[in-house]
């Protein structure tokens, strides 16, 4: 059941790339497993997916345990300072970077593990006061400030907009995050300026996001189904 529902989500991913002239393996598909046990990861995995997304980092240390070495974890949900080491050692990337204080941290841990780190930036695209996320306008100073951190690779952005009556009602976010990463493209800022990530679109927008330019979504629901209440 999880392989066939990874397989529609792929199909509708490729749909959506060909109704704008993008190829389907430019957008990279990450499961969101949060608050699903280990068990489904593991049945997810054997029909192929490899990227899973998890918010809460204990959960993803208690994971990483269990699933095998070919699972790599995004980290999607607000990372606090003293959990960073934890995310250094357990996941393949924290989209979640929002502040330098937290990018440091980081880095300090990752240069102990001899190790770097692929990251995105977290943007508060709707300016939402309730949301993490660097503001728009500050996004530009942070990226500069984070140059200084040889451990991490900024692959490009991120963001979780406000949540929309309708998934077209979402679409200006997605083209606002897209029309901000071609602003600061060029400028050296970007680990790969020729490819900057954009991290946008969930269950139910990610269609939408794909033709906004989203080369990450993160998609739970349509993959898994209803997540169990937090224990
Ligand atoms: C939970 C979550 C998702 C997945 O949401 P669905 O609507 O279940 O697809 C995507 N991104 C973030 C940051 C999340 O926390």
Do not use: W
Not at 115 to 139: A, F, P, R, Y
Not at 142 to 158: A, D, H, N, T, Y
Request: glycine share 6%.
């Amino acid at each position: 059941m999880i392989s066939d529902n990874i397989n529609k989500t792929r199909e509708k991913i490729a749909q959506a790339a060909s109704r704008c002239g993008r190829s389907p393996e430019d957008i990279k598909l990450v499961a969101v497993s949060k608050r699903f046990p280990a068990s489904v990861i593991k049945e997810a995995f054997a029909g192929g997916q490899t990227l899973f997304g998890e918010n809460y980092i204990q959960e993803v240390q208690q994971k990483r345990a269990e699933v095998p070495a070919g699972v790599h974890f995004h980290f999607i949900g607000h990372l606090q300072t003293n959990k960073a080491k934890i995310a250094a050692e357990s996941c393949t990337m924290i989209e979640t970077v929002d502040r330098l204080k937290l990018a440091r941290v980081l880095g300090k841990h990752l240069e102990k593990l001899s190790t770097s780190m692929d990251i995105l930036v977290q943007v508060n695209i709707g300016e939402d006061s309730n949301k993490s996320g660097v503001s728009v306008n500050d996004t530009e100073k942070l990226l500069l400030e984070l140059k200084s951190i040889p451990q991490i690779r900024v692959c490009g952005l991120m963001t979780i907009p406000p949540i929309e009556p309708s998934p077209e009602d979402s679409r200006p976010h997605f083209r606002n995050l897209r029309l901000l990463a071609d602003e600061l493209s060029g400028k050296d800022l970007f680990a790969d300026d020729k490819r900057i990530e954009l991290s946008m679109g969930m269950s139910g927008d990610f269609h939408i996001a794909i033709e906004e330019g989203a080369t990450i979504v993160r998609v739970g629901t349509a993959i898994f189904g209803n997540r169990p209440a937090r224990k």
